[in-house]
């Protein structure tokens, strides 16, 4: 029972244009919502963070949106660059005594220039 | 400097063979976590140990056994290999688990180690 699903495996975009990033969650007691970017042969980055109690994060080029209602999250980044080309997962975590982190199987963002 | 490192970064052996892979991290950290990336891409918890205790125990086959001799290591040993522990592992550390809502409850990962059981 996969409780976060990012459903778009790949996503191309134009160098400049926004990228949008989606991921669905299906646990409503997950309080934290983070979003990472991983390169080929790398571990996650952490890239940015959404608590559920915000609608809304912003850094630099990155937005994150968070719909609670529909269990929802995407990430928005304007304007895309090459070097965002990468895999993005989704992370949800719960808090049940200790913090414990739930991964999507993650989206592969190109960026073509 | 390399935040959270791991070694070996291939590892190919026998089914039935003992390995372990090794974790570190110079950034202070009070917890550690051991994922698994499977071939389908999912990234799974295995293990979580907050100041050398365990707190995250996945179900996960008791051939896996996290050791932390301190806060700054947690390695893996896997006992009795199989075809299924094929995968990417990695080890990622993070804040007090207790940090609530602030920008230090992410994760800094390792870069992983790839595990292959022939």
């Known amino acids: 029972d996969q409780q976060v699903k990012q459903n778009s495996p790949s996503l191309s975009v134009q160098e400049g244009r926004i990228s949008i990033l989606n991921c669905d969650y299906t646990?409503?007691?997950?309080?934290?919502f983070l979003w990472y970017k991983k390169y080929p042969a790398e571990g996650p980055t952490f890239l940015i963070s959404?608590?559920?109690?915000?609608d809304k994060n912003e850094d630099g080029r990155f937005t994150v949106f968070l719909n609670k209602s529909a269990k929802h999250l995407s990430l928005h980044i304007v304007p895309s660059q090459p070097g965002d080309s990468a895999v993005y997962f989704c992370?949800?975590?719960?808090?049940?005594?200790?913090?414990?982190?739930?991964f999507g199987t993650g989206t592969r963002l190109k960026v073509l220039a | 400097d390399t935040a959270v490192s791991q070694t070996p970064k291939y590892l190919v052996t026998q089914m039935g063979n003992d390995k372990s892979i090794k974790c570190e991290q110079n950034?202070?950290?009070?917890?550690m976590y051991w994922y698994k990336q499977d071939s389908k891409k999912f990234l799974k918890i295995m293990f979580s140990?907050?100041?050398?205790?365990?707190?995250i125990n996945e179900t996960v086959p008791n051939r896996f056994s996290p050791k932390s001799p301190d806060k700054a290591h947690l390695n893996l040993h896997i006992n009795s290999l199989e075809l299924g522990d094929s995968a990417v592992y990695f080890c990622?550390?993070?804040?007090?688990?207790?940090?609530?809502?602030?920008?230090?409850?992410?994760?800094?990962f390792g870069p992983g180690t790839r595990l292959t059981v022939l």
């Open positions: 646990n409503s007691m997950f309080d934290y």
């Open positions: 950034l202070g950290h009070d917890t």
């Open positions: 992370a949800a975590r719960i808090t049940s005594g200790t913090y414990k982190y739930i």
């Open positions: 140990y907050n100041n050398k205790e365990l707190i």
């Open positions: 990622a550390s993070s804040h007090d688990r207790d940090i609530a809502l602030s920008r230090y409850n992410e994760q800094f």
């Open positions: 959404i608590s559920s109690i915000k």
